[in-house]
């Protein structure tokens, strides 16, 4: 049995990669051919065996048996009734026997509707078994936490196979009256599993609660609603509105139920910064938890559908829960935040009258429980709510002009609370009450003199005098948003004005302190002033957009002034103290002005809307006093930030940048590359901003390249090729990209200078690409090699080469040299190759070139061939597919959800007011 159960697995688990696809498809056939006969053996043990562990060997062997073989062996032979009645009851087999029922109920039979009555009858055997294990009125929960591990394992095992088959078969079951009580119990199984205090277990139980709730809303989206025509047909099975509704009946008792569940049991949102620990302590959370985040998202998506399904119960239920906080019946920092997480999850998910009148009395109970609380844990706690769930709402702020105003205004007074986490929170959700509601702080609104943003900029210094830097940053951005929706330019530039005002008061005072004394720029913290200075600039560079440029003119100058002094006064430290002085405190500031200068730089230019101002007024002093630096400063002085400035410049002047291609090249190109390509390790941030900035040339200003020297252009190609020899996929992803972008760059030239390309590069290009290609440790982009070799043959079949690749072959007969060239180079490379196996292979490129995805299963093919032989693992050889199809069903998954209103978090929506 155990020989058995290991074939299963290699055959029909593990072969994917591991063998070729002739192979693998020949041994499924003969497995399938010869499996009756293991069949009846299995059979044979389970009917007449009287020793336990054979027979649990047996059922262990059935249950990955179960989810290939043909459906005739499961429901045509006494295979689910002994798995039933002779199996089940038995505590030893009880969870192997589930987790086969789970499997058999996990199988589709709408191509098979003479199985159903086997379903159907395996449906009521099962519950009718179950109620005899464990009746309907046990304590669950209880019997969970003070179960043994099997018993535990138990009633994990049960909400699998009760979450499948409803998953699966429930329509089956609807429509058979005689099993709705079965189908009333099977719901209350799973209401009581889902109160289990067990993470794994509840996520089992989450996500059939998710499946029933997104069909019943999906089969009749409420009329009220605008809804997308996506919906996947499989969703789609009850058409009729009446029928709909008597469907949603038949669950409303259950889904009242699971509601106060999910409400109860409500994960923490990313967004809340303030938590309870295991201590019972509140503090500021540090870590993201990444599992109680999608938690989080499957909790909310569900509790919006069970919202749609019934409004008047999700805000009864609420309701009701935030009474009893008030009255302190119920009252814990644990039930009052999942209440409130619960309350800010649904946000979209009601009409907009009942969802104003609704968070009026949540906002209204919360202010009244804060001022009623003692204490600056509970108040930090209700803050940090009240935050979260006001930051959800940004329909409703907009709408509603004063209660707007107060809550920012309550955010304010909250930035002044030292409580850990709290002022953060305040921040957070003011940059997104910002990014939503940004027109309304700068329009004159009713009954107000001014806009309200004047306010905020004459209290500013008052507003923030409690921040961190970090936190005055997050502000200054927030400010900028509203800013920027400023229609009118002098009104904007006044503004802007208004809100650097502090930061270049700082700027001055210290500039002039610089000049008066260049002795100053050694004390840490006038350096640690610069940043946060520039720290705050390039925050409300980011919201600001091009209209920066207002600020950017006064501190321009003086920024590349200081930027010259600093890499003098560092270059110096180096020399005098070596690779010690460049990691000491005294430098690493230093080096951390730069990088802020050159951020600052970098994100006003990628936003830039005048190319012309950028390139006759901005680029000429930048250059002079940043490229030549860089060049000449030592490589571990060098920031790698100004390969993301020259990429900036590339990609937003595009062609007009062509005549400096050179200068810059000339700048950064070599020096960078000599400090990269002694190892795939060292200065990774040089390594990825060298090859991004080389494939925005490639893309933007192709022309540029073309007029770099000979030796120089050489020194390009070596340089990508080195890219995608690396082991880091994101670089070796570039350097691909980047190499066939070139080629496509090339094929559009004039003829001469294509085809001296081609007489330099192509063969050796097309040795390094399967060398690399062949490496194990760079199969994760098979995909864009497969992609640039069906290229590269596409340009010989369709003649587009005509110089002599051999150099004194006729070049009409390019093809043949290029075969027998390419079947001597693998012979070399893979002596254990048969001649026969190489040529097919080879034969084969040439042929499936003109459709990339054969062309990869053909060198996939290859691929294994090598690996069966060297016993390395193949399974990245699939990586793509995998990533592939993930990212499909994100897709698919997110036009359902933008489809149903209230899906999606408020901030995962662009809708910001412009």
């Known amino acids: 049995m155990e020989i058995l159960r290991l074939l299963s697995e290699e055959i029909f688990d593990y072969s994917s990669g591991t063998m070729t ?20 053996l299995c059979l044979f043990v389970m009917d007449n065996s009287t020793n336990p562990p054979l027979v649990a060997a047996t059922l262990q062997t059935l249950l990955l048996f179960l989810n290939w073989i043909p459906l005739g062996y499961v429901f045509e032979t006494n295979l689910v009734p002994s798995l039933i009645s002779k199996f089940l009851p038995v505590p030893m087999f009880r969870n192997v026997t589930l987790k086969c029922l789970t499997e058999i109920s996990a199988i589709s039979i709408a191509q098979y509707p003479q199985y159903e009555k086997h379903i159907k009858d395996m449906f009521r055997d099962t519950l009718q078994q179950l109620q005899q294990v464990l009746p309907l009125q046990t304590d669950i929960k209880a019997v969970y936490s003070k179960g043994s591990d099997d018993e535990q394992k138990f009633i994990q095992n049960l909400a699998m196979f009760l979450a499948s088959y409803l998953k699966e078969h429930v329509q089956i079951v609807e429509k058979s009256p005689e099993l709705h009580e079965q189908l009333g119990n099977t719901l209350r199984y799973v209401t009581l599993i889902s109160q289990v205090d067990e993470t794994e277990i509840f996520k089992i139980c989450l996500e059939f609660w998710n499946t029933l709730s997104s069909e019943l809303y999906l089969e009749h989206p409420f009329k009220t609603y605008t809804t997308a025509s996506y919906f996947p047909s499989s969703l789609m099975k009850t058409p009729f509105e009446s029928q709909s509704q008597t469907r949603r009946k038949f669950y409303d008792a259950t889904l009242s139920t699971v509601r106060t569940i999910m409400i109860e049991r409500m994960a923490k949102p990313e967004e809340v910064l303030v938590v309870e620990n295991d201590q019972g302590e509140v503090v500021r959370e540090f870590m993201k938890d990444t599992d109680s985040i999608n938690m989080y998202k499957l909790m909310r998506e569900t509790l919006v559908y069970l919202t749609h399904l019934d409004t008047v119960d999700t805000e009864r239920i609420m309701t009701d829960k935030l009474h009893r906080q008030v009255d302190g019946s119920e009252w814990s920092w644990k039930n009052l935040n999942t209440l409130c997480w619960a309350i800010g999850s649904i946000s979209g998910a009601m009409h907009e009258e009942d969802e104003m009148r609704f968070l009026v009395t949540v906002i209204k109970e919360l202010l009244g429980l804060c001022e009623q609380k003692r204490g600056k844990d509970n108040k930090a706690i209700i803050a940090s709510n009240i935050m979260y769930i006001v930051g959800q709402y940004p329909r409703f702020l907009r709408a509603h002009w004063k209660f707007l105003k107060t809550v920012v205004n309550k955010l304010f007074e909250f930035m002044h609370e030292t409580h850990d986490g709290v002022q953060d929170m305040a921040c957070d959700t003011f940059i997104k009450i910002a990014q939503k509601c940004r027109r309304h702080f700068v329009t004159i609104q009713v009954s107000e003199s001014y806009p309200f943003i004047d306010e905020i900029l004459l209290n500013l210094r008052s507003i923030i005098c409690d921040l961190g830097q970090q936190q005055v940053q997050t502000f200054y951005e927030a400010i900028g948003y509203m ?11 006044s503004l802007i004005e208004r809100l650097m005002a502090l930061p270049n008061q700082i700027w001055d005072e210290t500039i002039q302190m610089i000049k008066a004394n260049p002795e100053a720029l050694k004390d840490v913290e006038c350096l640690k002033q610069f940043a946060n200075v520039l720290r705050a600039n390039q925050r409300a560079c980011i919201s600001l957009g091009n209209v920066y440029v207002h600020q950017l003119k006064k501190i321009f100058y003086d920024s590349l002034q200081l930027y010259k002094l600093l890499s003098n006064s560092i270059s110096a430290a180096v020399v005098v103290g070596g690779d010690l002085a460049n990691k000491g405190p005294f430098i690493r500031n230093m080096k951390t002005v730069k990088k802020e200068i050159l951020k600052i730089l ?48 590339v990609e937003r002047l595009e062609g007009s940048i062509t005549p400096r291609i050179p200068e810059i090249f000339d700048g950064v190109f070599q020096c960078t590359l000599e400090m990269i390509n002694k190892n795939f390790e ?35 190609i070596d340089s990508i090729v080195w890219a995608f020899k690396h082991h880091m996929r994101n670089v070796a992803e570039i350097g691909l990209q980047i190499l066939y972008q070139m080629f496509k760059n090339i094929a559009a030239q004039p003829a001469d200078v294509a085809q001296s390309f081609y007489k330099a590069y192509y063969l050796v290009l097309l040795e390094h690409l399967f060398s690399v290609a062949s490496d194990p440790t760079h199969s994760g982009n098979l995909n864009l090699f497969s992609t640039i070799l069906a290229y590269m043959f596409t340009l010989i079949d369709d ?46 490129m040439f042929q499936l070139d ?42 698919d998954k997110r036009k359902i959800q933008m489809a149903v209103p209230g899906i999606l978090n408020p901030h995962e929506i662009d809708d910001m007011e412009d």
């Open 799 to 844: 003649k587009k080469v005509v110089v002599a690749l051999g150099g004194v072959n006729d070049p009409s007969d390019n093809m043949t040299f290029l075969q027998s060239y390419i079947q001597q180079m693998l012979k070399s490379a893979f002596p254990h190759l048969t001649e026969s196996q190489i040529k097919i292979t080879v034969a084969g």
């Open 602 to 649: 970098s994100s006003w230019i990628s936003k830039a809307t005048n190319p012309q101002l950028v390139y006759e007024y901005f680029l000429p002093p930048m250059f002079e006093a940043i490229l030549l630096d860089y060049k000449t400063n030592a490589p571990d002085a060098r920031e790698p930030e100004v390969l993301t400035l020259m990429r900036s410049v």
């Open 483 to 493: 800013i920027a929706s400023e229609a009118d330019d002098g009104t904007q530039a």
């Open 682 to 716: 060292e200065y990774p941030e040089h390594r990825t901003n060298f090859f991004l900035l080389l494939q925005a040339v490639n893309q933007k200003c192709f022309a540029g390249l073309l007029t770099i020297p000979g030796p120089q252009f050489k020194l390009i």
């Open 850 to 891: 003109q459709d990339v995805g054969q062309f990869k299963e053909h060198l996939r093919d290859f691929l294994v061939q090598i690996k069966e032989f060297t016993g390395d693992d193949e399974t990245d050889l699939f990586i793509e597919e995998r990533e592939g199809l993930l990212k499909k069903a994100q897709e």
């Open 21 to 40: 696809q002739a192979k693998t498809r020949h041994l499924k056939e003969s497995m399938c051919g010869e499996f009756q006969q293991v069949f009846q």
